[in-house]
Every structure is written in structure tokens, then in C-alpha cells.
């Protein structure tokens, strides 16, 4: 799993050979990458606003605006952005983790699909473009997130505020829930499920979908699942 530093105009061309639209990179910064050989795989949780925490930082110890990895990428924790300024995440095939967890000004492009057994997003500051589908268990939107673009299918129980209908959404594909009739409980650790005054503060919008917020983000800095159920 080699590192290097690469300019805007290397990475340009490499997402011009991987076929990554330029609709797509055009909302990245022009500024220096941190390209990522692969497939890779990330033993534990990759935390974006962490450099010195992923595995990348030994042969590029320096942060840089964003990490590029040139195939598949598998990470066996949480992906994990809880800061604003954190590092860009774009991969030029298919991401599985465990779990995702995006606040902040997360942003996260896909040339494949995405995989995960919980992908949690809140907060208006992101940009997430997932060229194929995001296949999940629950997938948890508040505080206006949604993806920007999904050209698959989004499949998975969704909870969002009632203001938030993702089906007329032009840019997401498709949705499908799998287990439409599979209460909450049964597909998510009880730990996270909303309960008495649980949801206030800077988690209000959880209690809405019926999640603690702040247990969903410390068992997420635990290493601990939010699901019961495997990856699909």
C-alpha cells in the first residue's frame, strides 16, 4: 500500500484515465493529494481528520488536502470524519467499511459503490459522490445531508426528517429497503436507539429518526458497531 504526494494536474489525469467525470472532480481543491495505491486495506478505523492516525502517514507524514486511492479500498473499522477541515476521501473503485460516520465538511467521492452497516451523515457542509450504489443497512440523513450524487440504487432503511424526500431526489438513482417490515431494533444496536431526553444539543435532529445521537458518536470513536447486522 505505497503513498505519494501528487500535484492537481497529476491527479486530473489520473481521474481522467479511471474515468471519474470531471463533473465530479471539479468540486475538489485544486491543491496536493495524497495518492494511495491499490486495493487497500485499512486494518482498523480510518479517521480523515487524523493523518497521523492512518496508515498512509509513514511514507507520507505530511497531511495534504485529501487521500486518492487508485482502486478498491476496505476498511475493516469506521470511516470517520468528525471535524471540519478534514482530508477528502476519493476512491477510484468500490469502499467498504464497517461502518460511516461524516460530519463536519466531509467529502467523499466514489468511482464505485459504497458498502457499509451503517452510513451516518448530519451537517450541510459536504460534498459525497458516489458513482454506483450505497448499499447499507440503515442509512441515518439529518441536518439537511444528503448525498449529492448516487447513480445506483440507495439501498437500505433510510431515516430522514420529514422535510427530507429522497425519493424526488434527481441525483440518487434509486431506493430500496430490503427488510421493510424489520423493526429498528432488529437492524441497529439498542445503545443508539433514541430514548427519554436522549437527542438534545448539537444532536437535536436524531431523536427525530428515532436515534441518540451523541451514543451514535461515541461508539463510533469506541471502534464499537452501530448494527446488528453484516454488511450487505
Known amino acids: 500500500m505505497a503513498t505519494r504526494y501528487v500535484s492537481w494536474d497529476e491527479a ?9 467525470p470531471e463533473s465530479t472532480y471539479e468540486n475538489l481543491y485544486e491543491e496536493e493529494y495524497i495518492l494511495v495505491d491499490g486495493p487497500a486495506t485499512v486494518g482498523g478505523h480510518l479517521p480523515l481528520d487524523g493523518h497521523a492516525e492512518t496508515p498512509w502517514a509513514r511514507d507520507t507524514p505530511d497531511a495534504a488536502t485529501g487521500y486518492i486511492v487508485d482502486g478498491d479500498l476496505t476498511v475493516e473499522g469506521a470511516l470517520v470524519d468528525v471535524d471540519d477541515g ?14 460511516v460516520y461524516l460530519e463536519g465538511d466531509a467529502k467523499l467521492v466514489t468511482l464505485g459503490d459504497v458498502t457499509a452497516r451503517a452510513f451516518v451523515g448530519f451537517m450541510t457542509e459536504k460534498l459525497v459522490m458516489i458513482h454506483g450504489d450505497l448499499r447499507t443497512s440503515v442509512a441515518a440523513f439529518l441536518d439537511e445531508f444528503a448525498p449529492d450524487l448516487v447513480t445506483g440504487t440507495l439501498s437500505g432503511r433510510l431515516l430522514t426528517p420529514g422535510y427530507l424526500d429522497l425519493s424526488a431526489h434527481e ?7 430490503p427488510s421493510p417490515g424489520t423493526p429498528l431494533e432488529e437492524l441497529l444496536v439498542r445503545e443508539i436507539l ?9 444532536f437535536a435532529g436524531f431523536a427525530a429518526v428515532g436515534l441518540d445521537g451523541e451514543a451514535v458518536r461515541r461508539r463510533v470513536m469506541d471502534g464499537l458497531p452501530l448494527s446488528v447486522t453484516p454488511a450487505p
Open 12 to 20: 486530473v489525469k489520473l481521474f481522467e484515465q479511471r474515468g471519474l
Open 171 to 177: 441525483a440518487i438513482g434509486g431506493l430500496a429497503d
Open 194 to 202: 433514541a430514548a427519554g431526553d436522549s437527542g438534545t444539543g448539537d
Open 86 to 99: 478534514a482530508a477528502a476521501l476519493i476512491v477510484l473503485g468500490n469502499l467498504v467499511a464497517h461502518d
